[in-house]
């Protein structure tokens, strides 16, 4: 998701420079609970800053931080020292970056928060990511379909990799059969849904010729040894 967040770049660095600057002494810390009492900002979510190698820390130092811009803009006016305020725009673009990247966090910490994750949790979770990423691609907002064509880039090596075998494994469950690949398949794949499903019953098909040869393989054998 570090993709994502690479459009946003120079406003997430003043966000991180404001959060840094207004954490870094206890009285800038009083200044920051005061000024957040008074345009009523929960202080229950103090302000952190984010691991530059982790995605889902930059997401949290992100939303926090959205919820004190008034905070930071009037602290602005407090401390001619306080130079790196985001402007309005990175602010709105940070909004709206955090707002569709929100399901991905939820993904994540879902996954992080399940000892045994499987298909059924799984699969679903993806196709919505994917989903979304194509629904981002196609958006007004130049950010949003910039940070979507880049993340859809690195998503559909993933999604190579790990469709057929999340598809197969969902079909073999008897909760779902087809009926999940039926509803993805053609919001995902269009007109080429159809080939897509026949491709993973084809696959099955295989799986199952493949266990049932050997099964009467070792049938065979069991009666030659009697």
């Known amino acids: 998701m570090e993709d994502g967040f690479s459009v946003i770049a120079n406003a997430i660095e003043n966000v991180r420079n404001s959060v840094s600057f207004w954490t870094s002494s206890p009285n800038r810390i009083q200044d920051c609970r005061l000024f957040a009492w008074q345009v009523g900002v929960n202080c229950q979510k103090e302000l952190l800053l984010d691991c530059k190698t982790r995605w889902n820390s930059i997401y949290m130092m992100l939303s926090v931080a959205l919820e004190y811009r008034e905070v930071f803009n009037r602290l602005s006016k407090k401390d001619k020292h306080y130079v790196c305020l985001p402007s309005e725009d990175e602010w709105n673009m940070t ?18 928060g399940t000892k045994y994750p499987t298909s059924n949790i799984f699969f679903p979770l993806i196709c919505d990511m994917k989903l979304s990423l194509l629904s981002w691609k196609v958006s007004h907002n130049s950010v ?5 064509s880049t993340m859809l880039i690195k998503f559909e090596k993933y999604w190579d990799v790990i469709h057929n075998v ?13 009926k999940l690949i039926n509803y993805f398949f053609p919001k995902l794949y269009g007109e080429e849904a159809r080939s897509e499903i026949m491709q993973i019953r084809n696959i099955i098909i295989e799986l199952f010729e493949e266990y049932r040869k050997k099964h009467d393989d070792k049938r065979g054998a069991s009666w030659k040894q009697q």
């Open 95 to 112: 909004s709206n970056v955090c707002e569709k990247l929100k399901l991905f966090y939820q993904v994540t910490e879902k996954f992080s």
């Open 144 to 148: 949003i379909k910039s940070m979507a």
């Open 166 to 178: 999340m598809s197969v494994a969902i079909v073999l469950d008897p909760r779902y059969k087809l």
